[in-house]
Nanobody, 123 residues
């Protein structure tokens, strides 16, 4: 069974940048899509970006070109680089993996999730 470990969250001022990582600590991500979701307090979990095994990429509209998603298949790791962060980007960010139809923004189509990493953007 694949297990995901996330890192890279923290507090940053508005306009700053953070890069999140998601690594399979057990198992392999071979053939699996990777996705990033986020959840702010009191809000539903929402799709941020997805990177296919083939490295196709899909983004939610709100990322507005500020976010970049990538993966290193040799290292079983996915990345989410976030630039020009805004206060409304404050949330817990989760990576997930699965084999849904491409592209999938539906959380229930991903069967393995990381523990989440908190991103706080201060004014």
């Amino acid at each position: 069974q694949v297990q995901l470990v996330e890192s890279g969250g923290g507090e940053v001022q508005a306009g700053g940048s953070l890069k999140l990582s998601c690594t399979a600590s057990r198992g392999t991500l071979y053939g699996r899509d990777m996705a990033w979701f986020r959840q702010a307090p009191g809000r539903e979990r929402e799709f941020v970006a997805a990177v296919a095994w083939s490295t196709r990429i899909a983004f939610a509209e709100f990322t507005e070109g500020r976010f970049t998603a990538s993966r290193n298949n040799d290292r079983n790791t996915a990345f989410l680089e976030m630039n020009d962060l805004k206060s409304e980007d404050t949330a817990t960010y989760y990576c997930a993996t699965g084999s849904p139809g491409w592209p999938s923004s539906r959380p229930y189509e991903y069967d393995v999730w990381g523990q989440g990493t908190l991103v706080t953007v201060s004014l």
